[in-house]
């Protein structure tokens, strides 16, 4: 027999028609075994909670969704003119706007846009449903936005694998909620094209770990700030199991917790107390914590700087923080910003209209760069005024120059102010 047949043997005596496994697994690591019994795996509602019991997922997570939905929306709609480049009227009337001002009765569109940020980063999306009714314009454009728990729904393919609906897992046989009556927001997958990966999940070992320092550091401090020890009877002399109760109970009520710190402790029988060294590994425990939370935040792409308010210079500070809005905010914007046009816009404008919503600007080297450059075109004669009000966002001048090329570039006569050329040169 060979070595394959013998490591995949089976026990021709089975149960349910089915032959039972005999061989020997592989590699087998019986502490990886209990690990993952005893630790085992965060599902979604863990991550998810895991913003309850760990500060420096709370402290990631709310930077992230505190800033997201603080950023103002407005809608426009583009116009397009001949050999011009197109241009973006702001819109301030229409159902839209009104939904948008009053989403939902108990909730702002700020609190919706911190919730959706909040389920991205903690289990990789966030889910608006889109509620209608057939008073409200025929029942075809909705007229409130609810949040969805993510953790309480799944995605139900239809049979060509594409979304259908969701599903309300606490609820089994409930009413399915159509997929184009939703708003799914997510971080990309590349497991799954229709299901976000959540930052949370990458960084939950250390996550875990900083939450394990943390329950450490509480117990030794609970415990009087000293190490466990030792109560060591004469040689000898033993206690019975009434005894033993009866000491226990004695040293607990009288030295533990903290309002007993520094109290002697008393001994009877004869008994000696011996403290128990501290580890080297025990002495880590605060480095690492260390360690783990700055590992959460650049999983999460929340700079040191902007977690504790620290930095080495106020230039690596606002780096930091240009880095922050340009890697980390404002991918999160372009995706909401995806959404809400070809979900909520469409709606009410139509699959193919000229109506978007758009974010105001929030990265600073974005808008230092783009302000230097319209500057530099205008004083170049390459746009007018007004183009270079259109392209960073403003309205119209009514000066009559403001639609001139600036003419300091174009009247300039290079061939005058060159100088003569002398008449004793010769000319090739």
């Known amino acids: ?68 939905s603080t950023i103002p929306w407005k809608l ?51 889910i608006l449903v889109k509620r209608t009714k057939a008073e409200y314009l025929d029942g075809k454009v909705p007229f409130m936005l609810e949040p969805l728990n993510p953790v309480r729904w799944a995605l139900k393919l239809n049979e060509y694998n594409l979304p259908e609906g969701w599903v309300n897992i606490m609820k089994p046989g409930s009413v399915m909620i159509p997929y184009e009556d939703t708003l799914h927001f997510k971080y990309n997958n590349p497991a799954s094209i229709y299901r976000g990966l959540a930052p949370m999940k990458a960084a939950r070992l250390a996550g875990q770990n900083a939450k394990f320092a943390a329950e450490f550091n509480r117990n030794f401090y609970y415990n009087s700030a000293n190490p466990s020890g030792a109560f060591i009877l004469p040689q000898g002399s033993t206690l019975n199991e009434s005894e033993f109760k009866r000491l226990q109970k ?12 520094g109290i002697p402790v008393i001994l009877e029988n004869g008994m000696d107390f011996k403290k128990f060294q501290m580890s080297h590994q025990e002495l880590q425990y605060s480095e690492n914590r260390i360690e783990d939370n700055k590992e959460v935040g650049l999983v999460f792409g929340v700079p040191e700087a902007k977690l504790y308010g620290t930095s080495t210079t106020y230039a690596s500070a606002i780096q930091a ?92 006569d290079f061939d005058a102010s060159q100088e003569a050329p002398d008449e004793n040169t010769t000319q090739m």
């Not at 979604?44 to 997922?57: F, N, P, R, Y």
């Not at 426009?76 to 159902?95: A, L, M």
């Not at 004695?250 to 710190?261: M, P, S, V």
């Not at 760069?369 to 005024?385: E, L």
């Open 1 to 68: 027999m060979g070595i394959f047949s013998k490591l995949f043997s089976r026990n021709k005596d089975s149960t349910r028609g089915e032959k039972a496994y005999s061989g020997k697994l592989p590699n087998y690591n019986a502490n990886y075994d209990y690990y993952k019994l005893a630790y085992s795996d965060w599902d979604a509602k863990q991550l998810q909670k895991s913003m309850e019991d760990i500060g420096i997922v709370y402290r990631c997570v709310r930077a992230i969704a505190d800033d997201a």
């Open 250 to 261: 004695q040293i607990l009520k009288t030295y533990g917790g903290l309002k007993n710190t």
């Open 321 to 412: 923080e240009k880095d922050y809005n340009k890697y980390t905010l404002l991918p999160i914007m372009r995706q909401i910003k995806q959404v809400l046009d070809n979900g909520l816009v469409s709606d009410f404008y139509g699959k193919f209209s000229k109506y978007s919503l758009r974010y105001e600007d929030f990265v600073a080297e974005d808008i230092q760069f783009k302000t230097s450059k319209v500057a530099r075109f205008v004083k170049s004669g390459i746009i007018t005024v007004n183009e270079a009000r259109q392209e960073m966002g403003y309205p119209k001048s009514t000066d009559p120059n403001a639609d001139v090329l600036q003419m300091s570039y174009l009247d300039t």
């Open 76 to 126: 426009y709609r583009v116009v397009q003119s001949r050999n011009k480049d197109p241009e973006y009227k702001e819109v301030f009337d229409g159902q839209l706007n009104l939904l948008l001002q009053r989403p939902n009765p108990y909730a702002s569109f700020s609190d919706l846009i911190w919730n959706v940020v909040a389920n991205m980063n903690l289990v990789g999306e966030g």
